[in-house]
Protein backbone atom coordinates (compact mmCIF):
# COMPACT_ATOMS: atom_id res chain seq x y z
CA UNK A 1 0.00 0.00 0.00
CA UNK A 2 1.14 3.23 -0.84
CA UNK A 3 2.24 5.81 1.80
CA UNK A 4 -0.92 8.08 0.75
CA UNK A 5 -3.01 4.75 1.56
CA UNK A 6 -1.97 4.69 4.73
CA UNK A 7 -2.36 8.43 5.67
CA UNK A 8 -5.53 8.34 4.12
CA UNK A 9 -6.48 5.18 6.60
CA UNK A 10 -4.95 6.49 9.55
CA UNK A 11 -7.16 9.46 9.16
CA UNK A 12 -10.13 7.52 8.73
CA UNK A 13 -9.12 5.31 11.99
CA UNK A 14 -8.25 8.39 13.79
CA UNK A 15 -11.81 10.12 13.02
CA UNK A 16 -13.33 6.58 14.31
CA UNK A 17 -10.78 7.20 17.60
CA UNK A 18 -11.97 10.83 18.13
CA UNK A 19 -15.94 9.99 17.46
CA UNK A 20 -16.07 7.57 19.99
CA UNK A 21 -19.14 7.31 22.53
CA UNK A 22 -17.50 8.09 25.70
CA UNK A 23 -18.02 9.61 28.73
CA UNK A 24 -15.56 12.94 28.86
CA UNK A 25 -15.49 16.25 30.12
CA UNK A 26 -16.43 19.13 27.98
CA UNK A 27 -12.87 20.17 27.34
CA UNK A 28 -12.55 16.99 25.52
CA UNK A 29 -15.52 17.20 23.91
CA UNK A 30 -13.85 20.53 22.43
CA UNK A 31 -10.86 19.12 21.48
CA UNK A 32 -12.37 16.31 19.43
CA UNK A 33 -15.06 18.23 17.97
CA UNK A 34 -12.24 20.66 16.73
CA UNK A 35 -9.80 18.02 15.31
CA UNK A 36 -13.50 16.43 13.36
CA UNK A 37 -14.03 19.88 11.70
CA UNK A 38 -10.41 19.47 10.51
CA UNK A 39 -8.92 22.43 12.29
CA UNK A 40 -4.79 21.25 12.02
CA UNK A 41 -3.77 24.01 14.61
CA UNK A 42 -4.98 26.38 17.41
CA UNK A 43 -2.86 29.76 18.40
CA UNK A 44 -3.51 30.27 21.61
CA UNK A 45 -2.76 31.67 25.45
CA UNK A 46 -3.37 30.01 29.27
CA UNK A 47 -4.79 31.11 31.29
CA UNK A 48 -7.47 30.16 34.84
CA UNK A 49 -10.58 30.11 33.44
CA UNK A 50 -8.94 27.39 30.44
CA UNK A 51 -6.95 25.42 32.83
CA UNK A 52 -9.68 22.46 32.27
CA UNK A 53 -8.88 22.54 28.50
CA UNK A 54 -5.01 22.99 28.34
CA UNK A 55 -5.41 20.00 31.13
CA UNK A 56 -7.01 17.87 28.42
CA UNK A 57 -4.59 18.90 25.32
CA UNK A 58 -1.46 17.40 27.87
CA UNK A 59 -0.88 13.91 25.96
CA UNK A 60 -3.43 14.66 23.49
CA UNK A 61 -0.74 14.10 20.56
CA UNK A 62 -3.32 14.46 17.69
CA UNK A 63 -3.80 18.09 18.54
CA UNK A 64 -1.55 20.82 17.86
CA UNK A 65 -1.76 24.13 19.40
CA UNK A 66 0.94 27.06 19.05
CA UNK A 67 1.65 29.03 22.10
CA UNK A 68 2.14 32.74 21.00
CA UNK A 69 3.23 35.52 23.55
CA UNK A 70 -0.01 37.73 23.89
CA UNK A 71 -3.49 36.81 22.58
CA UNK A 72 -3.70 39.45 19.69
CA UNK A 73 -0.60 37.39 18.42
CA UNK A 74 -2.69 34.12 18.65
CA UNK A 75 -5.55 35.88 16.79
CA UNK A 76 -3.52 37.42 14.14
CA UNK A 77 -2.14 34.21 13.24
CA UNK A 78 -5.39 32.34 13.21
CA UNK A 79 -6.77 35.13 11.28
CA UNK A 80 -3.39 34.92 8.45
CA UNK A 81 -3.92 31.53 8.52
CA UNK A 82 -7.10 31.78 7.60
CA UNK A 83 -6.39 34.15 4.73
CA UNK A 84 -3.60 32.02 3.29
CA UNK A 85 -5.55 28.69 3.75
CA UNK A 86 -9.26 29.75 3.25
CA UNK A 87 -9.93 27.10 6.28
CA UNK A 88 -11.47 28.29 9.37
CA UNK A 89 -8.91 29.53 11.78
CA UNK A 90 -8.95 28.42 15.51
CA UNK A 91 -7.93 30.74 18.60
CA UNK A 92 -8.20 30.43 22.63
CA UNK A 93 -8.08 32.70 25.35
CA UNK A 94 -8.70 32.45 28.99
CA UNK A 95 -11.77 34.96 30.43
CA UNK A 96 -11.30 38.53 31.30
CA UNK A 97 -8.19 40.11 29.92
CA UNK A 98 -6.92 36.68 27.64
CA UNK A 99 -10.46 37.57 26.02
CA UNK A 100 -10.58 41.02 25.92
CA UNK A 101 -6.84 41.37 24.31
CA UNK A 102 -8.75 39.56 21.50
CA UNK A 103 -11.14 42.70 20.53
CA UNK A 104 -8.75 44.26 17.87
CA UNK A 105 -8.36 40.98 16.38
CA UNK A 106 -12.14 40.03 16.21
CA UNK A 107 -12.58 43.18 15.02
CA UNK A 108 -9.98 43.15 12.19
CA UNK A 109 -11.16 39.78 10.75
CA UNK A 110 -15.20 40.85 10.65
CA UNK A 111 -14.36 44.00 8.69
CA UNK A 112 -12.55 41.91 6.57
CA UNK A 113 -14.45 38.83 6.31
CA UNK A 114 -12.71 36.49 7.65
CA UNK A 115 -13.93 32.94 8.96
CA UNK A 116 -12.52 32.15 12.59
CA UNK A 117 -13.35 30.43 15.55
CA UNK A 118 -12.63 32.64 18.85
CA UNK A 119 -12.60 30.13 21.84
CA UNK A 120 -12.90 32.18 25.05
CA UNK A 121 -13.18 30.58 28.81
CA UNK A 122 -15.48 31.95 31.47
CA UNK A 123 -16.17 32.10 35.25
CA UNK A 124 -18.11 29.19 35.80
CA UNK A 125 -21.85 29.94 35.13
CA UNK A 126 -22.51 30.12 38.92
CA UNK A 127 -20.00 33.21 39.10
CA UNK A 128 -21.05 34.82 35.96
CA UNK A 129 -22.53 38.75 36.75
CA UNK A 130 -20.92 39.11 40.24
CA UNK A 131 -17.66 40.58 38.75
CA UNK A 132 -15.44 37.42 39.48
CA UNK A 133 -11.64 37.75 39.26
CA UNK A 134 -10.99 37.51 35.77
CA UNK A 135 -14.57 38.11 34.95
CA UNK A 136 -15.49 40.10 31.57
CA UNK A 137 -18.79 39.70 29.22
CA UNK A 138 -16.72 38.84 26.52
CA UNK A 139 -20.46 37.96 24.12
CA UNK A 140 -21.57 40.92 25.04
CA UNK A 141 -18.30 43.23 24.21
CA UNK A 142 -17.92 41.07 21.03
CA UNK A 143 -21.40 41.60 19.85
CA UNK A 144 -21.04 44.37 17.25
CA UNK A 145 -17.69 42.37 15.60
CA UNK A 146 -18.77 38.95 15.38
CA UNK A 147 -20.81 37.10 12.69
CA UNK A 148 -22.57 35.32 16.04
CA UNK A 149 -21.43 34.08 18.85
CA UNK A 150 -22.54 31.75 21.85
CA UNK A 151 -22.21 31.48 25.95
CA UNK A 152 -22.32 27.72 26.13
CA UNK A 153 -24.36 27.06 29.85
CA UNK A 154 -25.10 23.18 29.34
CA UNK A 155 -22.31 20.94 28.19
CA UNK A 156 -24.95 18.75 26.57
CA UNK A 157 -24.93 21.71 23.94
CA UNK A 158 -21.38 22.02 23.11
CA UNK A 159 -20.81 19.95 20.31
CA UNK A 160 -23.98 21.26 18.24
CA UNK A 161 -22.01 24.66 19.34
CA UNK A 162 -18.98 23.42 17.71
CA UNK A 163 -20.28 22.30 14.83
CA UNK A 164 -22.72 25.69 14.09
CA UNK A 165 -20.24 27.61 14.84
CA UNK A 166 -17.52 26.46 11.86
CA UNK A 167 -20.39 26.17 9.52
CA UNK A 168 -21.80 30.07 10.08
CA UNK A 169 -18.12 31.03 9.86
CA UNK A 170 -17.42 29.23 6.95
CA UNK A 171 -20.74 30.12 5.03
CA UNK A 172 -22.56 33.03 3.33
CA UNK A 173 -20.24 36.50 4.10
CA UNK A 174 -17.49 34.98 5.73
CA UNK A 175 -16.86 35.89 9.73
CA UNK A 176 -15.67 35.43 13.42
CA UNK A 177 -17.86 33.48 15.30
CA UNK A 178 -17.06 33.79 19.40
CA UNK A 179 -17.68 30.76 21.44
CA UNK A 180 -17.65 31.55 25.71
CA UNK A 181 -17.56 28.40 28.13
CA UNK A 182 -17.58 28.62 31.73
CA UNK A 183 -15.15 26.77 34.01
CA UNK A 184 -17.73 24.48 34.94
CA UNK A 185 -18.85 23.42 31.58
CA UNK A 186 -15.44 22.53 30.45
CA UNK A 187 -15.02 20.40 33.30
CA UNK A 188 -18.60 18.83 33.33
CA UNK A 189 -19.30 14.77 32.06
CA UNK A 190 -21.14 13.70 29.48
CA UNK A 191 -21.63 10.53 26.67
CA UNK A 192 -20.18 11.91 23.80
CA UNK A 193 -21.91 12.03 20.36
CA UNK A 194 -20.57 14.21 17.67
CA UNK A 195 -23.16 16.45 15.88
CA UNK A 196 -22.27 16.50 12.03
CA UNK A 197 -25.92 17.81 10.84
CA UNK A 198 -27.09 21.70 10.98
CA UNK A 199 -30.61 23.20 11.23
CA UNK A 200 -30.26 26.80 12.06
CA UNK A 201 -33.22 28.83 11.83
CA UNK A 202 -33.25 32.13 9.70
CA UNK A 203 -29.97 31.41 8.40
CA UNK A 204 -29.43 30.56 4.79
CA UNK A 205 -27.17 32.50 2.54
CA UNK A 206 -27.94 33.23 -0.74
CA UNK A 207 -26.01 31.40 -2.94
CA UNK A 208 -27.78 31.14 -6.70
CA UNK A 209 -28.26 34.44 -8.07
CA UNK A 210 -31.45 35.86 -9.19
CA UNK A 211 -31.33 34.46 -13.34
CA UNK A 212 -33.23 37.85 -14.34
CA UNK A 213 -30.61 39.81 -12.41
CA UNK A 214 -27.78 37.90 -14.51
CA UNK A 215 -29.44 38.52 -17.77
CA UNK A 216 -29.84 42.28 -17.10
CA UNK A 217 -25.80 42.14 -16.83
CA UNK A 218 -25.12 40.61 -19.54
CA UNK A 219 -27.24 42.77 -21.57
CA UNK A 220 -25.90 46.01 -19.98
CA UNK A 221 -22.01 44.65 -20.89
CA UNK A 222 -23.51 44.07 -24.65
CA UNK A 223 -24.17 47.71 -24.62
CA UNK A 224 -21.40 49.14 -22.58
CA UNK A 225 -18.97 51.22 -24.56
CA UNK A 226 -16.91 52.06 -21.29
CA UNK A 227 -17.16 49.23 -19.18
CA UNK A 228 -14.78 48.36 -16.01
CA UNK A 229 -14.84 45.25 -13.58
CA UNK A 230 -14.41 46.47 -9.93
CA UNK A 231 -13.00 42.97 -8.30
CA UNK A 232 -12.99 42.64 -4.49
CA UNK A 233 -11.54 40.66 -1.39
CA UNK A 234 -14.99 38.43 -2.75
CA UNK A 235 -13.86 37.12 -5.17
CA UNK A 236 -10.86 35.72 -3.35
CA UNK A 237 -13.10 34.51 -0.39
CA UNK A 238 -15.04 32.20 -2.95
CA UNK A 239 -12.25 30.99 -5.00
CA UNK A 240 -13.69 32.72 -7.85
CA UNK A 241 -10.03 33.72 -9.15
CA UNK A 242 -10.23 31.17 -12.26
CA UNK A 243 -13.97 32.15 -13.09
CA UNK A 244 -13.06 35.81 -13.10
CA UNK A 245 -10.16 35.50 -15.42
CA UNK A 246 -12.37 33.36 -17.83
CA UNK A 247 -15.06 36.17 -17.49
CA UNK A 248 -12.47 38.87 -18.52
CA UNK A 249 -10.99 36.34 -21.13
CA UNK A 250 -14.52 36.23 -22.42
CA UNK A 251 -15.70 39.92 -22.49
CA UNK A 252 -12.60 42.04 -22.72
CA UNK A 253 -13.24 44.48 -19.84
CA UNK A 254 -11.10 46.11 -18.16
CA UNK A 255 -9.94 45.43 -14.22
CA UNK A 256 -9.20 46.70 -10.77
CA UNK A 257 -8.85 44.83 -7.87
CA UNK A 258 -9.32 46.41 -4.22
CA UNK A 259 -6.58 46.35 -1.80
CA UNK A 260 -8.07 42.94 -0.32
CA UNK A 261 -8.75 41.74 -4.02
CA UNK A 262 -5.13 42.27 -5.07
CA UNK A 263 -4.33 38.38 -6.12
CA UNK A 264 -7.83 37.92 -7.31
CA UNK A 265 -6.85 38.40 -10.91
CA UNK A 266 -3.40 37.94 -12.35
CA UNK A 267 -0.98 41.54 -12.25
CA UNK A 268 0.41 40.31 -15.27
CA UNK A 269 -2.99 40.51 -17.57
CA UNK A 270 -2.72 43.33 -20.08
CA UNK A 271 -6.44 44.43 -18.88
CA UNK A 272 -5.31 44.56 -15.02
CA UNK A 273 -5.51 48.23 -14.38
CA UNK A 274 -3.79 48.05 -10.40
CA UNK A 275 -5.50 48.83 -7.50
CA UNK A 276 -7.86 51.68 -7.46
CA UNK A 277 -8.89 54.32 -4.25
CA UNK A 278 -6.66 57.13 -2.07
CA UNK A 279 -3.41 55.30 -3.74
CA UNK A 280 -4.85 53.81 -6.44
CA UNK A 281 -2.81 53.94 -9.97
CA UNK A 282 -3.60 56.76 -12.68
CA UNK A 283 -5.49 53.83 -14.55
CA UNK A 284 -7.81 52.79 -12.40
CA UNK A 285 -9.04 55.78 -10.43
CA UNK A 286 -9.14 57.47 -14.32
CA UNK A 287 -10.76 54.56 -15.87
CA UNK A 288 -13.21 54.59 -13.09
CA UNK A 289 -14.51 57.84 -13.46
CA UNK A 290 -15.08 57.64 -17.08
CA UNK A 291 -17.01 54.52 -17.11
CA UNK A 292 -20.38 53.79 -18.07
CA UNK A 293 -20.83 50.29 -16.80
CA UNK A 294 -19.14 49.93 -13.30
CA UNK A 295 -19.53 46.02 -12.22
CA UNK A 296 -18.30 45.65 -8.73
CA UNK A 297 -17.71 42.08 -8.14
CA UNK A 298 -17.43 41.09 -4.14
CA UNK A 299 -16.22 44.60 -2.84
CA UNK A 300 -17.99 46.50 -0.29
CA UNK A 301 -17.34 50.40 -2.07
CA UNK A 302 -15.27 51.42 0.74
CA UNK A 303 -14.37 55.03 1.58
CA UNK A 304 -10.71 54.39 1.05
CA UNK A 305 -12.05 53.18 -2.63
CA UNK A 306 -14.50 55.82 -3.42
CA UNK A 307 -13.10 58.62 -1.59
CA UNK A 308 -15.99 61.59 -2.43
CA UNK A 309 -19.00 59.80 -2.68
CA UNK A 310 -20.90 62.39 -4.59
CA UNK A 311 -18.27 62.43 -7.77
CA UNK A 312 -17.64 58.39 -7.90
CA UNK A 313 -18.10 56.91 -11.21
CA UNK A 314 -20.43 59.14 -12.15
CA UNK A 315 -21.47 58.12 -15.71
CA UNK A 316 -21.58 54.86 -14.61
CA UNK A 317 -24.67 52.10 -14.46
CA UNK A 318 -23.76 50.26 -11.34
CA UNK A 319 -23.58 46.87 -10.95
CA UNK A 320 -22.62 45.08 -7.73
CA UNK A 321 -22.82 41.38 -7.13
CA UNK A 322 -22.30 40.36 -3.28
CA UNK A 323 -22.86 37.47 -0.79
CA UNK A 324 -24.33 40.16 1.31
CA UNK A 325 -27.43 41.79 0.75
CA UNK A 326 -26.95 44.11 3.43
CA UNK A 327 -23.33 45.80 1.31
CA UNK A 328 -25.59 46.53 -1.89
CA UNK A 329 -26.92 50.27 -2.64
CA UNK A 330 -25.12 50.78 1.29
CA UNK A 331 -22.54 53.29 -0.15
CA UNK A 332 -23.24 53.64 -3.83
CA UNK A 333 -27.11 53.46 -4.90
CA UNK A 334 -26.87 50.19 -7.32
CA UNK A 335 -28.60 49.95 -10.36
CA UNK A 336 -28.66 46.06 -11.00
CA UNK A 337 -27.80 44.47 -7.80
CA UNK A 338 -27.33 40.78 -8.04
CA UNK A 339 -27.32 38.84 -4.36
CA UNK A 340 -25.06 35.42 -4.27
CA UNK A 341 -22.11 33.72 -3.96
CA UNK A 342 -19.17 35.08 -6.38
CA UNK A 343 -18.04 31.62 -7.77
CA UNK A 344 -21.41 30.72 -8.58
CA UNK A 345 -22.55 33.88 -10.24
CA UNK A 346 -19.74 33.93 -12.37
CA UNK A 347 -20.01 30.32 -13.38
CA UNK A 348 -23.67 31.12 -14.48
CA UNK A 349 -22.37 34.67 -16.58
CA UNK A 350 -20.04 32.68 -17.58
CA UNK A 351 -21.55 30.28 -19.90
CA UNK A 352 -23.20 33.11 -21.45
CA UNK A 353 -20.64 35.76 -22.05
CA UNK A 354 -19.71 37.49 -25.11
CA UNK A 355 -16.58 39.42 -26.54
CA UNK A 356 -17.86 43.50 -26.28
CA UNK A 357 -16.65 44.88 -29.38
CA UNK A 358 -18.44 48.04 -28.31
CA UNK A 359 -15.42 48.57 -26.07
CA UNK A 360 -12.56 48.14 -28.42
CA UNK A 361 -11.49 51.85 -28.54
CA UNK A 362 -12.21 51.73 -24.56
CA UNK A 363 -9.59 48.81 -24.37
CA UNK A 364 -7.21 51.10 -26.04
CA UNK A 365 -7.50 54.16 -24.35
CA UNK A 366 -6.77 52.00 -21.02
CA UNK A 367 -3.48 50.46 -22.54
CA UNK A 368 -2.75 53.92 -23.43
CA UNK A 369 -3.22 55.29 -20.34
CA UNK A 370 -1.11 52.33 -18.43
CA UNK A 371 1.86 53.31 -20.46
CA UNK A 372 1.72 56.99 -20.18
CA UNK A 373 1.08 57.16 -16.50
CA UNK A 374 2.86 53.71 -14.42
CA UNK A 375 3.56 54.18 -10.80
CA UNK A 376 6.44 55.96 -10.69
CA UNK A 377 8.99 56.88 -7.74
CA UNK A 378 12.35 59.11 -8.28
CA UNK A 379 15.14 56.56 -7.14
CA UNK A 380 18.31 57.80 -5.61
CA UNK A 381 21.59 55.73 -5.84
CA UNK A 382 22.89 57.04 -2.06
CA UNK A 383 19.72 56.72 -0.27
CA UNK A 384 17.57 53.32 0.23
CA UNK A 385 14.40 53.81 -1.58
CA UNK A 386 11.04 51.40 0.45
CA UNK A 387 9.89 51.64 -3.46
CA UNK A 388 13.10 49.95 -5.12
CA UNK A 389 13.16 47.41 -1.81
CA UNK A 390 9.92 46.34 -2.34
CA UNK A 391 10.51 45.96 -5.85
CA UNK A 392 13.84 43.70 -5.00
CA UNK A 393 11.28 41.70 -3.02
CA UNK A 394 9.18 41.00 -6.14
CA UNK A 395 12.16 40.39 -7.95
CA UNK A 396 13.84 37.88 -5.92
CA UNK A 397 10.75 36.11 -5.01
CA UNK A 398 9.84 35.82 -8.56
CA UNK A 399 6.35 37.04 -7.19
CA UNK A 400 5.29 34.14 -5.75
CA UNK A 401 6.03 34.65 -1.96
CA UNK A 402 2.81 35.03 0.43
CA UNK A 403 3.64 38.48 1.19
CA UNK A 404 1.62 39.79 4.81
CA UNK A 405 2.30 43.97 5.67
CA UNK A 406 1.61 45.41 8.60
CA UNK A 407 -0.14 48.94 8.34
CA UNK A 408 1.36 52.30 6.82
CA UNK A 409 2.95 53.77 4.13
CA UNK A 410 5.36 50.45 3.35
CA UNK A 411 1.56 48.46 3.08
CA UNK A 412 1.14 50.39 -0.01
CA UNK A 413 4.11 50.41 -1.30
CA UNK A 414 3.65 46.55 -1.29
CA UNK A 415 0.29 47.21 -2.80
CA UNK A 416 1.47 49.19 -5.41
CA UNK A 417 5.00 47.62 -6.34
CA UNK A 418 4.71 43.55 -5.44
CA UNK A 419 2.94 41.88 -8.29
CA UNK A 420 0.44 39.61 -7.46
CA UNK A 421 -1.13 36.86 -10.20
CA UNK A 422 -2.35 34.21 -7.06
CA UNK A 423 -5.02 34.57 -4.78
CA UNK A 424 -4.59 34.13 -1.07
CA UNK A 425 -0.89 35.77 -1.48
CA UNK A 426 -1.16 39.05 -0.42
CA UNK A 427 -3.05 39.17 3.81
CA UNK A 428 -3.11 42.89 4.86
CA UNK A 429 -5.68 43.94 7.55
CA UNK A 430 -7.33 46.48 4.97
CA UNK A 431 -10.97 47.59 6.74
CA UNK A 432 -9.82 47.71 10.57
CA UNK A 433 -6.02 48.95 9.08
CA UNK A 434 -4.63 47.17 12.31
CA UNK A 435 -0.78 47.89 13.38
CA UNK A 436 0.76 44.74 14.99
CA UNK A 437 -0.85 42.44 12.00
CA UNK A 438 1.49 42.17 9.65
CA UNK A 439 3.97 39.48 11.79
CA UNK A 440 1.89 37.72 13.68
CA UNK A 441 -0.51 36.84 10.39
CA UNK A 442 3.11 35.72 8.42
CA UNK A 443 3.59 32.84 11.09
CA UNK A 444 0.02 31.72 10.23
CA UNK A 445 0.31 31.90 6.98
CA UNK A 446 3.59 29.81 6.80
CA UNK A 447 1.85 27.06 9.28
CA UNK A 448 -0.93 26.89 5.92
CA UNK A 449 1.74 26.89 3.61
CA UNK A 450 5.40 25.57 4.85
CA UNK A 451 6.69 24.64 1.48
CA UNK A 452 5.80 28.58 0.46
CA UNK A 453 7.80 31.52 1.14
CA UNK A 454 6.36 34.21 3.20
CA UNK A 455 7.71 37.37 3.77
CA UNK A 456 6.27 39.93 6.54
CA UNK A 457 6.80 43.39 5.36
CA UNK A 458 6.18 45.88 8.41
CA UNK A 459 7.26 49.44 9.70
CA UNK A 460 9.43 50.04 12.62
CA UNK A 461 6.13 51.23 14.58
CA UNK A 462 4.22 48.04 13.56
CA UNK A 463 6.87 45.69 14.22
CA UNK A 464 7.38 46.62 18.06
CA UNK A 465 3.63 45.88 18.34
CA UNK A 466 3.91 42.16 18.15
CA UNK A 467 7.63 41.57 17.89
CA UNK A 468 7.42 38.98 20.80
CA UNK A 469 6.50 36.83 18.31
CA UNK A 470 9.93 36.51 17.25
CA UNK A 471 9.93 33.90 20.21
CA UNK A 472 7.68 31.49 18.66
CA UNK A 473 9.67 31.81 15.33
CA UNK A 474 13.25 31.03 16.74
CA UNK A 475 11.64 27.98 19.00
CA UNK A 476 9.19 26.18 16.35
CA UNK A 477 12.01 27.19 13.36
CA UNK A 478 8.72 28.97 11.31
CA UNK A 479 10.88 30.36 8.53
CA UNK A 480 8.82 33.52 8.27
CA UNK A 481 11.64 36.02 6.38
CA UNK A 482 10.49 39.53 7.77
CA UNK A 483 11.46 42.63 6.45
CA UNK A 484 11.47 45.97 8.30
CA UNK A 485 10.98 49.15 6.17
CA UNK A 486 12.19 51.71 8.97
CA UNK A 487 12.16 55.13 8.08
CA UNK A 488 12.28 56.06 11.77
CA UNK A 489 8.64 57.96 12.34
CA UNK A 490 5.37 57.02 11.64
CA UNK A 491 5.06 57.20 8.04
CA UNK A 492 1.34 57.77 6.84
CA UNK A 493 0.71 59.96 9.83
CA UNK A 494 3.74 61.71 8.77
CA UNK A 495 2.57 61.98 4.91
CA UNK A 496 -0.82 63.28 5.75
CA UNK A 497 0.48 66.00 8.35
CA UNK A 498 2.77 67.31 6.20
CA UNK A 499 0.10 67.32 3.09
CA UNK A 500 -2.85 67.69 4.92
CA UNK A 501 -1.76 69.62 7.99
CA UNK A 502 0.92 71.58 6.38
CA UNK A 503 4.01 70.31 7.89
CA UNK A 504 3.11 70.43 11.18
CA UNK A 505 4.45 67.30 12.42
CA UNK A 506 2.83 65.94 15.91
CA UNK A 507 3.91 63.15 17.90
CA UNK A 508 5.01 61.25 14.95
CA UNK A 509 9.00 60.50 15.75
CA UNK A 510 10.27 56.49 16.39
CA UNK A 511 13.78 57.73 16.71
CA UNK A 512 13.90 55.16 20.18
CA UNK A 513 13.33 52.34 18.47
CA UNK A 514 15.10 49.24 19.27
CA UNK A 515 18.08 48.15 17.46
CA UNK A 516 16.06 45.15 15.26
CA UNK A 517 19.17 43.44 14.24
CA UNK A 518 19.71 43.05 18.23
CA UNK A 519 16.53 42.22 18.74
CA UNK A 520 15.80 39.70 16.30
CA UNK A 521 18.90 38.27 17.95
CA UNK A 522 17.66 38.39 21.29
CA UNK A 523 15.47 36.00 20.74
CA UNK A 524 17.47 33.88 18.67
CA UNK A 525 16.76 34.94 14.86
CA UNK A 526 19.33 35.78 12.82
CA UNK A 527 18.91 39.27 11.99
CA UNK A 528 20.93 41.65 9.02
CA UNK A 529 20.76 45.96 8.14
CA UNK A 530 20.62 47.36 5.11
CA UNK A 531 21.33 51.08 3.97
CA UNK A 532 21.84 50.42 0.27
CA UNK A 533 21.10 48.92 -2.45
CA UNK A 534 24.59 46.69 -2.17
CA UNK A 535 23.58 45.65 1.23
CA UNK A 536 20.32 45.39 0.50
CA UNK A 537 20.43 42.91 -1.82
CA UNK A 538 23.15 40.67 0.04
CA UNK A 539 21.34 40.70 3.12
CA UNK A 540 18.16 39.99 1.35
CA UNK A 541 20.01 36.99 -0.35
CA UNK A 542 21.57 35.55 2.94
CA UNK A 543 17.94 35.87 5.02
CA UNK A 544 15.99 34.09 1.82
CA UNK A 545 18.69 31.31 2.12
CA UNK A 546 18.39 31.08 5.86
CA UNK A 547 16.59 27.62 7.10
CA UNK A 548 14.75 29.61 9.80
CA UNK A 549 13.29 32.74 10.13
CA UNK A 550 15.35 35.73 9.72
CA UNK A 551 14.90 40.32 10.15
CA UNK A 552 16.39 42.39 7.64
CA UNK A 553 16.08 45.92 8.73
CA UNK A 554 16.00 48.45 5.87
CA UNK A 555 16.98 51.76 6.64
CA UNK A 556 15.22 54.10 4.01
CA UNK A 557 14.84 57.33 3.52
CA UNK A 558 12.25 58.89 5.74
CA UNK A 559 10.54 62.02 4.01
CA UNK A 560 9.32 59.66 1.11
CA UNK A 561 5.70 59.69 0.37
CA UNK A 562 3.10 57.17 -1.24
CA UNK A 563 2.20 58.41 -4.85
CA UNK A 564 -0.43 58.42 -6.35
CA UNK A 565 -2.45 60.05 -3.32
CA UNK A 566 -6.18 61.33 -3.24
CA UNK A 567 -6.72 63.43 -0.09
CA UNK A 568 -10.40 63.71 1.64
CA UNK A 569 -12.99 65.42 0.06
CA UNK A 570 -11.63 65.35 -3.70
CA UNK A 571 -12.95 62.49 -6.12
CA UNK A 572 -10.58 59.84 -7.31
CA UNK A 573 -9.27 61.07 -10.43
CA UNK A 574 -8.08 64.37 -8.43
CA UNK A 575 -4.64 62.81 -7.72
CA UNK A 576 -1.37 64.70 -6.43
CA UNK A 577 0.79 62.41 -8.69
CA UNK A 578 4.25 63.88 -6.29
CA UNK A 579 7.88 64.13 -7.32
CA UNK A 580 7.37 61.84 -10.19
CA UNK A 581 4.86 64.04 -11.74
Not at 43 to 63: E, K, Q, S, T
Not at 79 to 96: E, F, L, M, Q
Not at 401 to 410: F, K, P, R
Amino acid sequence: MSAHHTTMRSKEELREKWMKPEVITGSEILLRSLLLEGVECVFGYPGGAVLYIYDAMHGFDDFNHLLTRHEQGAIHAADGYARASGKVGVCIATSGPGATNLVTGIATAYMDSIPLVVITGNVATSLIGTDAFQEADITGITMPITKHSYLVRDVEDLPRVIHEAFHIASTGRKGPVLIDIPKDVSAAKILFKPVDSINIRGYNPTVHPNKYQVDKLMKAISEAERPVILAGAGVVHSGAHEALLEFVNKTGIPVTTTLLGLGGFPSGHELWMGMPGMHGTYTANNAIQQSDLLINIGARFDDRVTMKLEGFAPHAKIVHIDIDPAEIGKNVPTDIPIVGDILTTLLEANAVANYTDKADAWRDQVKQMKAEKPLRYVDSSDELKPQWVIEMIHETTNGDAIVTTDVGQHQMWSAQYYLFNQPRSFITSGGLGTMGFGFPSAIGAQLAHPDRVVVSINGDGGMQMCAQELAICAINNIPVKVAIINNQVLGMVRQWQEIIYDNRYSHIDLAGSPDFVKLAEAYGVRGFRATSKEEARSAWEEALNTPGPAVVEFVVRKHENVYPMVTQGSTIDQMIMGDSE
